[in-house]
């Protein structure tokens, strides 16, 4: 995924309108090789995309967790869910749990951090306690840090999952 520096000004990226679609082009075309068209298209359209390894039955899944960002100015217009991702993302765990695929998910801000937006945050968490069964892993980054966060069911408190967060590649 991309972070919150990729756009300019750090921390603006157009959760609603079209103003940052200029860097959803760029990192579109640099991701061809990686990506399928069908990856591609949803990235370029949405900012967030899933693929699927046939060969282990495993679907990634990248987030925009630009729409969490509490620097973000745009959320201001739209501060819930603004590119209907956490609604994309239930459907996506929905379409794994009913052909037994295992799910891995990555983003940059990862959800429980001050960074990230809280109604967001209990959202997502509220999703990773239902399909706790079929989520591998939670892979984000941002904090420059090396570590883990718990995730905890919104109701009861409960661990439901662990994020692993990877540091800062520059200094």
């Known amino acids: ?58 679907k990634i899944i990248a987030l925009d967790t630009q729409a969490c960002d509490t620097a973000n100015f745009y959320l201001m217009r739209a501060p819930t869910d603004p590119l209907h991702e956490l609604e994309w993302l239930r459907n996506e765990l929905y379409d794994s749990e009913s052909k037994n695929q295992s799910v891995i998910i990555m983003g940059h801000i990862p959800p429980g951090t001050p960074s990230c937006d809280s109604e967001w945050s209990g959202r997502y968490s509220a999703l990773v306690e239902r399909f706790t069964n079929i989520i591998r892993g939670q892979y984000f980054a941002h904090t420059h840090n090396d570590h883990i966060e718990i995730i905890r069911g919104p ?14 590649f520059t200094t």
Request: hydrophobic share 40%; aromatic share 14%; no cysteine.
């Open 1 to 58: 995924m991309f972070g919150n520096h990729e756009a300019y000004p750090g921390d603006d990226f157009d959760t609603v309108g079209n103003e940052s679609d200029w860097l959803l082009a760029s990192l579109s075309d640099m991701w061809k090789p990686w990506l399928d068209e069908q990856a591609l298209e949803t990235f370029r359209k949405n900012s967030y995309y899933s693929t699927v390894n046939k060969k282990l039955n495993v």
């Open 155 to 168: 109701l009861n408190d409960v661990p439901v999952g662990t994020v692993f967060i990877a540091p800062s």
